[in-house]
């Protein structure tokens, strides 16, 4: 099974049992290669052309199979730490991790990319309140606290043209 990180469906939220979240359950369960149907199918003891019917919205998905579908969910759920444990250890050590906080104290995370670097924080403070007016400016790379009057962030790693973000900060908590 490949897995094309840049394939998975985005994490944002989904309610109500719909073919969506059936689909992106299939593919966080069994990879997001052109297989996957083949192997959520085997994995819930259905045929690959119910799980395509269910995935586009063709069959309602059954109570017991979303239950099926838990019930993976919880089992990894429980594996996960232990097995980031082990790849960390395998891989000689935790990567570094620098911890950047944001105005209202919401704390991030940010751990180095193989060979130890991190991205360069970028900020902006916009004008009149819109963080789409103002100027970016970046955080000295001792730096690990936002200014207060940041609104929003954005993270650009070495050897990428584009920054990642911008990611806007709300008191208390980022987005």
């Not at 919401?106 to 991205?119: N, Q, R, S, Y």
């Not at 690990?144 to 900060?169: C, T």
Request: glycine share 10%; charged share 25%; net charge positive.
């Amino acid at each position: 099974m490949t897995q094309d990180k840049s394939a998975i469906p985005a994490l944002e939220p989904v309610s109500g049992k719909t073919p969506d979240l059936f689909m992106r359950c299939g593919m966080a369960l069994c990879g997001t290669d052109h297989d996957w149907k083949v192997r959520f199918g085997k994995m819930l003891r259905v045929k690959t052309d119910s799980i395509d019917a269910m995935a586009k919205g063709h069959s309602r998905v059954p109570p017991n199979i979303w239950r099926e579908i838990a019930m993976y969910f919880s089992a990894w759920e429980r594996a996960f730490p232990i097995l980031r444990h082990a790849a960390i250890e395998a891989a000689g050590g935790p990567l570094p991790v620098r911890i950047y906080e944001f105005p209202g104290g919401a704390k991030l995370p940010i751990e180095a990319k193989e060979g130890g670097l991190f991205p360069q924080i970028e900020y902006t403070t916009g004008t009149n309140g819109d963080w789409r007016l103002g100027w970016w400016a970046v955080l000295p790379d001792g730096e690990r606290v936002l200014p207060e009057k940041s609104l929003a962030y954005r993270f650009r790693w070495p050897g990428q043209d584009e920054p990642a973000g911008p990611f806007l900060v709300t008191r208390g908590k980022t987005t």
